[in-house]
């Protein structure tokens, strides 16, 4: 492999596949001049597919599907699932089906699997990754769960709870090897995946 680190103004492009207004704020903290991209793919589980093999199957073809757009470029497609028991859970989308996530998963826990896979055009290389976080709710009141629905509204989270801001209130403990998996994008593996593809972090 090549290991001379490029600066960002020499690389045409780093590119989100994703209109996650979370991965994009994640992304961010990493200080690199970026584009997002949606990758407008169908994101419908296959029959008897296992989550971790939806998750790293959906971000492959994210990037895949945005790559053929920016040739000189890094390309970082992400997908994330989480699972309560053997049951997927989606975004809630309404406010009762945030109320009813939170009070199933009351008591209990949550895993939650985030894929990344990287596309680096310049070396003609995939990586891929899968994080497991789990996450352990205590047990929650209608009360507490009414106020915090209202209070963060979080009809677009799998799992129905923001962990970056009042969500963090819903849990006994986190278990990650990475705490921004659980939002949706691993910067700790993503940095180094980023370095070997030449760019300089920090």
Known sequence: MNNHRRSPSSLT??????????????????????????????????????VTSLVYRLAKQKAEAVAARYPDSIIIGSDQAAVRGS????????????????????????????????????????????????????????????????????????????????GITLFERIDSQDPTALTGLPLIWLSGALRRAGLSLP
């Open 87 to 166: 049951q997927i859970l989606g975004k809630p989308g309404t406010v009762e089906a945030a109320v009813a996530q939170l009070k199933a998963a009351s008591g209990s826990q949550v895993v939650f699997h985030t894929a990344v896979h990287v596309i680096d055009h310049h070396h003609q290389q995939h990586e891929a990754h899968i994080d497991s976080t789990i996450v352990r709710f205590r047990t929650l009141t209608d009360e507490e769960i009414g106020r915090y629905v209202a209070a963060e509204n979080p009809l677009d989270c799998a799992g129905s709870f923001k962990a970056e801001s009042l």
């Open 13 to 50: 492009h780093v590119v989100l596949a994703s209109t996650s207004i979370y991965r994009r704020q994640l992304l961010e903290r990493l200080r690199l001049p970026f584009t997002v991209h949606s990758p407008g793919i169908d994101e419908e589980p296959l029959a008897n597919e296992d």
